[in-house]
């Protein structure tokens, strides 16, 4: 994997995406099995407390050994990094000083299905296996259902990724399905993007009885280009231009959406951060272009236009939308924490529960690629992630 640093300010190459893990861990004595319907053979459980040592975990959805922009990205596939941030609005949010012990597993053993497909659509001629890794408490009842949804800049999509805090969080009570999904790399848009979430939702409740689930009670939880999509999943709940592919007769509502640093308004995603950044950031043709225009395009989403309005969660935003916990770290160089504010006012604007966390100090996720072994730390404390099982549990229990 390509590892190479540059200065900040610079472009990192396609190794280095949006939405980063966290170093592996899983409960004590935790088991793992393989759906019929999976592609592969399941992966051996690790038995370890939550590990969050700098370091120990790779880039989510990394480009493998050999780096270079992915094949079929159209060759813009890079990653603007800030040098300088804006600070952050914090009037209207809740301030989190990322400090006191890191979030500790072991405590609920849990069963895993890995590399479960749960649909084949088809991009441009050729279809795509999407797959989830589902962990299961080893208790009793049906439980609430976290999709959580990986960073990867648009352009990867691993649903290995960040197992550390997947398993803290279905240790709490909760199933926890990780799920693939269609990039720029497929060829695919955000409109592909939303819809394979959506589709993953409505899999798990048409299986909801094989999995121990309660269909009435579902989140969505993304990082980064994850947190994007969770946010377009929410506020575009029971509308049927994102619904495609099986399971039609199930829905694909939710209830509750956390969203950590993840991009809104595409147009604005360096709107915080230094000339050099902000001009990467709408580079005609850049990953972010693709994303909303499609693959090879030579268009720019540095206009709010009607396509560029057309991909951003803001636009959809109603009064019915669910409860919304949003993260932001202060120090974030890859999505402006502005992104989270603009998203976070606006559903309060029609008078919908939403709560933004910033962050103090924090960068975007896992920046140890970045030289910085910090950043790691402060998203996995309990400071941290008991915001975030503390909202689960308030609107769907456990």
Same mark, same amino acid.
């Given at each position: 994997m390509e590892r190479k640093r540059k200065k900040a300010g610079s472009v990192v190459a396609a190794s280095v995406v949006l939405g980063l893990t966290l170093a592996a861990c899983s409960s004590s004595g935790s088991s793992s099995s393989s759906s019929p319907s999976s592609a592969g053979s399941a992966k051996a459980a690790a038995s370890s407390t939550c590990d969050t040592s700098a370091g120990a975990g790779a880039p989510a959805g990394a480009a493998p050994s050999g780096g270079g922009a992915p094949s079929g990205a159209g060759g813009a596939a890079s990653i603007p990094v800030a040098k300088t941030i804006k600070q952050?609005?914090?009037?209207?949010?809740?301030?989190?000083?990322?400090?006191?012990?890191q979030m500790q597993c072991g405590t609920t053993q849990l069963t895993s299905h890995t590399n479960v497909v749960y649909a084949t659509p088809t991009t441009n001629g050729k279809q795509t296996q999407l797959k989830v890794d589902i962990q299961v408490p080893k208790t009793a009842g049906k439980k609430p259902l976290v999709i959580y949804i990986t960073g990867g800049g648009f352009m990867l999509a691993d649903q290995s990724a960040n197992l550390d805090q997947r398993t803290y969080v279905a240790e709490q009570g909760y199933v926890v399905a990780s799920i693939s999904y269609r990039t720029i790399v497929n060829g695919a848009t955000y409109q592909d993007g939303v819809s394979?979430?959506?589709?993953?939702?409505?899999? *798990?409740?048409?299986?909801?009885?094989?999995?121990?689930?309660? #269909?009435?009670?579902?989140?969505?939880?993304? =990082?980064? %280009?994850?947190?994007? *999509?969770?946010?377009?999943? #929410?506020?575009?709940?029971? =509308?049927?231009?994102?619904?495609?592919?099986?399971?039609?007769?199930? @829905? @694909?509502?939710? =209830?509750?959406?956390?969203?950590?640093? +993840?991009?809104?308004?595409l147009s604005?995603?360096?709107?915080?951060?230094?000339?050099?950044?902000?001009? %990467?950031?709408?580079?005609?043709g850049n990953s972010t272009a693709q994303w909303v225009y499609g693959v090879g395009t030579k268009k720019s989403v540095a206009q709010h236009t009607q396509q560029v309005a057309a991909a951003d969660p803001n636009t959809y935003v109603t009064s019915s939308a669910p409860p919304f916990a949003l993260f932001h770290g202060s120090k974030d160089q890859l999505v402006s924490p502005s992104q989270t504010l603009e998203l976070s006012d606006k559903l309060k604007s029609k008078g919908v529960d939403a709560t933004r966390y910033v962050v103090e100090g924090a960068n975007? #996720?896992?920046?140890?690629?970045? +030289?910085?072994?910090? @950043?790691?730390?402060?998203?996995?404390?309990?400071?941290?992630?008991?915001?975030?099982? #503390?909202? *689960? +549990?308030?609107q769907l229990g456990s």
């Open positions: 952050s609005d914090t009037s209207t949010s809740t301030v989190i000083k990322p400090t006191g012990p394979d979430v959506k589709s993953a939702i409505r899999y *798990l409740r048409a299986h909801a009885d094989t999995y121990g689930i309660d #269909g009435s009670k579902v989140a969505v939880w993304g =990082q980064s %280009a994850g947190g994007y *999509l969770a946010a377009m999943t #929410g506020v575009t709940n029971g =509308q049927k231009q994102f619904e495609s592919g099986d399971n039609l007769n199930q @829905s @694909s509502d939710v =209830q509750a959406v956390v969203d950590e640093f +993840g991009p809104a308004n604005k995603l360096g709107a915080d951060y230094d000339t050099a950044a902000r001009n %990467a950031n709408t580079a005609p975007h #996720g896992d920046m140890t690629f970045m +030289g910085d072994s910090t @950043s790691v730390k402060n998203w996995s404390t309990t400071a941290v992630m008991g915001k975030i099982t #503390g909202f *689960l +549990g308030r």
